[in-house]
């Protein structure tokens, strides 16, 4: 079955870091992949998303780049602010049919002043 | 403005007591969906709808139940018969074509006293 590998958290950085959260997955066929971004006591928010090979989805400084060769989709960021912190959820998402959503466990993210 | 709505945002149960938790969408989206996070966990998803008066369960329904005669509406019932209710419930909604991300709500957070 399908299913989305995240780097486990807690991921602790000082604020202007470097940003790398590591996303694998493991489907048939050419899903979407998403990021969606959770702020405490709050609904997950769509971050960003790619439908194909090579798209990079980009937004508020985040990208992450469809890599199909390794079933990647890593987010990046290349200056952490506090207002970051957050739980960041990869997700995918058959593009055939009508299929639900898949989501990895979810990596917390804190942003140190 | 669009979007989803969820109420109430916190609810406190007694052991051997079912609730309900309201979902509805202005969307005009076709699909509809709950989800279960706990602690430290992804997110696991309960039912889910794709056309009125039609749903079918997802990877944890035992102990729930879902209803919907409406296009808007998806209330979720958390029976007595579900072991570990105490949890936070995430509703969404998306289209059934294209790439269809989720649009979620706010959550209830669910407490059983």
């Known amino acids: 079955g399908d299913s989305v590998t995240q780097m486990e958290g807690p991921v602790t950085l000082s604020e202007e870091a470097f940003l790398t959260i590591n996303c694998t997955y493991t489907?048939?066929?050419?899903?979407?992949l998403f990021w969606y971004v959770q702020y405490p006591g709050e609904g997950l928010q769509l971050l960003l998303k790619a439908t194909k090979a090579d798209d990079k989805g980009s937004n508020k400084g985040f990208e992450a780049t469809y890599r199909k060769e390794t079933t990647s989709f890593h987010l990046e960021k290349g200056s952490v602010q506090v207002s970051d912190s957050a739980v960041y959820f990869c997700?995918?998402?058959?593009?055939?049919?009508?299929?639900?959503?898949?989501f990895g466990t979810g990596t917390r993210l804190t942003i140190i002043p | 403005d669009g979007g989803i709505t969820q109420s109430p945002k916190y609810l406190f149960r007694k052991e051997g007591q079912n609730v309900t938790l309201s979902c509805e969408q202005n969307l005009n989206h076709d699909a509809m969906y709950w989800y279960r996070q706990d602690p430290g966990q992804g997110l696991r998803l309960i039912y889910y709808s794709q056309i009125v008066n039609d749903f079918q369960k997802g990877d944890i329904a035992e102990g729930y139940s879902v209803s919907r005669e409406k296009k808007e509406s998806f209330p979720l019932t958390v029976t007595s018969a579900q072991k570990n209710p105490t949890a936070f419930y995430l509703c969404?909604?998306?289209?059934?074509?294209?790439?269809?991300?989720?649009?979620f709500g706010e959550g209830s957070r669910l407490t059983v006293l």
């Open positions: 969404a909604s998306s289209t059934t074509s294209g790439t269809g991300e989720l649009f």
């Open positions: 997700a995918l998402r058959r593009d055939f049919g009508n299929e639900k959503l898949t």
């Open positions: 489907a048939t066929g050419y899903p979407s």
